[in-house]
């Protein structure tokens, strides 16, 4: 089967592989020089695969409205006349409640720890390097209240096989030594030891050049996407500035600008741009090996050889990628509070991207109303964690074979 897949960030690739290892003729269509070059450039590096809170639930609820106005909060709506964005706030606004968190819980507990074990796979086959940590994740705790329900959402998450430890300030810091002389007053972390960390830039080029070198995978870079068109209930081609191209079937992977290529077709997605921030600064003797995820002001912290990458915030600006100073600040002062040994100041490199974010946290996995297009998009902060058993399904369900695991809550029918 010839299959043409719409986009080159971890999504795109990590599709290609898995099709191209089937047996597929696979084609991408990238409009950036090479794979990656997105929202894969320079994420936070965690492969969190027992990461299964939401956005969406009733502690972050309580807050949004006090860090509406902040420009340092770790959540920022900025309010616009922008229908889509209201729609979208409405569906997570509904999402929040006790229910409907452990529901998606449950459902992103189910994808995350398929994906751990379809990246095994991606190892052993592709044989990649990405500078992968497989020591687990810390998420340490300033606030008592914070904590509290971390716990409970631990005790929560074992019951569907993933494991947790409560670890107090003594055992976070036999963990990560490092914190020993943390600046901030850190009571206590969850320690996930199944969870990883990498490189995703590095992951996708090089997996892309797995793809072409073993499964003969054709990219087709520097082509921007002009329309889908389709005929009857039917895709019948993806017309681009470099040609015209055409398929046996077509898989959606853009990310953010999904819903711009979905709308013309009738199919509307409730996708919307989460714009996340990261900084690189050059790794030194006080530079923690363990991944870390500070919770209280959504940041995460990944070791990636000679480098630390630190990630966070959330803000919702529409389509504009630009890198606000105000954003950045805030990232970097949390870095000096909790690494004040390393001294950090001005970070090598600065970032921003756009997460193609769902209202419920879940990504959009599986069949359309068109027999031949397929959806692998709407992944949100975990795209680079749910990439290889998001594309294991999408596979599965082209070839009309039973999927490993179940599609509840992932596919296009819940909206």
């Given at each position: 089967m010839k299959i043409v897949i719409l986009g080159a960030g971890v999504i795109g690739v990590s599709t290609a592989y898995f099709l191209g290892a089937r047996g597929h003729q696979v084609e991408?269509?990238?409009?950036?020089?090479?794979?990656?070059?997105?929202?894969s450039f320079a994420n936070g590096g965690q492969l969190s695969f027992c990461h299964a809170e939401p956005w969406a639930n009733p502690g972050v609820f309580s807050k949004v409205f006090k860090w509406m106005f902040r420009d340092d909060a770790p959540l920022v709506l900025r309010p616009r006349a922008d229908m889509d964005m209201i729609k979208w706030g409405l569906k997570f606004i509904a999402n929040c409640s006790q229910s409907r968190t452990d529901a998606n819980s449950v459902n992103l507990l189910r994808l995350g720890l398929y994906s751990k074990k379809t990246m095994e796979w991606f190892r052993t086959f592709s044989g990649v390097k990405f500078d992968n940590l497989r020591e687990g994740i810390l998420h340490i705790?300033?606030?008592?209240?914070?904590?509290?329900?971390?716990?409970?959402?631990?005790?929560?998450?074992?019951?569907?096989?993933?494991?947790?430890?409560v670890a107090d300030i003594k055992r976070c810091v036999q963990l990560?030594?490092?914190l020993e002389h943390a600046g901030q007053n850190i009571i206590g972390g969850i320690f996930q030891s199944l969870d990883e960390s990498g490189d995703v830039f590095t992951f996708t080029q090089e997996l892309a050049k797995s793809c072409i070198r073993e499964h003969k995978t054709v990219f087709h870079y520097d082509t921007d996407i002009k329309r889908i068109d389709y005929e009857q209930d039917k895709i019948s081609s993806v017309i681009t500035d470099k040609g015209v191209f055409v398929g046996d079937a077509y898989i959606m992977c853009l990310g953010s600008y999904s819903p711009v290529y979905l709308k013309p077709l009738g199919i509307n997605v409730p996708i919307y741009p989460m714009k996340g921030y990261s900084i690189t600064f050059p790794a030194n003797h006080y530079t923690p090996k363990l991944s870390l995820t500070d919770t209280e002001n959504k940041i995460v912290y990944s070791r990636l050889g000679e480098r630390l990458r630190i990630a966070g915030t959330a803000e919702f600006a529409g389509y504009n990628t630009s890198i606000r100073p105000e954003r950045i600040t805030p990232i970097v002062r949390a870095v000096q509070s909790l690494l004040p040994k390393c001294?950090?100041?001005?970070?090598?490199?600065?970032?921003?991207?756009?997460?193609?974010?769902?209202?419920?946290?879940?990504?959009?996995?599986?069949?359309?109303?068109?027999?031949?297009?397929?959806?692998?998009?709407g992944h949100g902060t975990l795209g680079w964690t749910q990439a290889a058993g998001s594309a294991a399904l999408v596979g599965d369900i082209i070839e009309d074979r039973p999927t490993e695991i179940g599609l509840e809550g992932l596919t296009l029918d819940r909206y």
């Open positions: 991408v269509i990238e409009r950036n020089g090479a794979s990656g070059m997105e929202t705790y300033t606030q008592p209240r914070d904590f509290e329900g971390a716990m409970k959402q631990a005790k929560f998450q074992e019951k569907f096989g993933c494991p947790s430890e990560e030594p490092i001294e950090y100041q001005e970070p090598e490199s600065e970032w921003a991207c756009l997460r193609s974010s769902t209202p419920d946290g879940l990504p959009v996995i599986g069949k359309t109303p068109y027999v031949n297009l397929y959806m692998n998009t």
